[in-house]
């Protein structure tokens, strides 16, 4: 059993940064790939960007791809969301999840708001 803890969303102004954090127990980490989702107010839970397990590929959401980079510490179970540039639009509550199998995402943490407000 993981358990996966987010941290670190809040409120940035447009054109802003912020880094996301989810913190992993429980399990083995480094054979989890991981994924960040999201789900925008009003709307369903998206996909966002994954990273496997062993930081070689990562994957990313057209909507995010060049202003969102994910990455992963395999040795502090942890892995991150750096966003940059960022747009009314990425509001949204962001979680973490880990697939024991690609795209099997099976564990999912309780998810950060991340508001983004002039």
């Known amino acids: 059993q993981v358990q996966l803890v987010e941290s670190g969303g809040g409120l940035v102004q447009p054109g802003g940064s912020l880094r996301i954090s989810c913190a992993a127990s429980?399990?083995?980490?480094?054979?989890?790939?991981m994924g960040w989702f999201r789900q925008p107010p009003g709307k369903e839970r998206e996909f966002v960007g994954r990273?496997?397990?062993?930081?070689?590929?990562?994957n990313y959401a057209d909507s995010v791809k060049g202003r969102f980079t994910v990455s992963r510490d395999n040795a502090r179970n942890a892995v991150f969301l750096q966003m940059n540039s960022l747009k009314p639009e990425d509001t949204a509550v962001y979680y973490c999840?880990?697939?024991?199998?690609?795209?099997?995402?099976?564990?999912w943490g309780q998810g950060t708001q991340v508001t983004v407000s002039s």
């Open positions: 999840a880990a697939a024991p199998d690609p795209g099997q995402y099976v564990y």
């Open positions: 429980g399990g083995t980490f480094s054979m989890y790939s």
């Open positions: 990273i496997s397990r062993n930081i070689s590929i990562t």
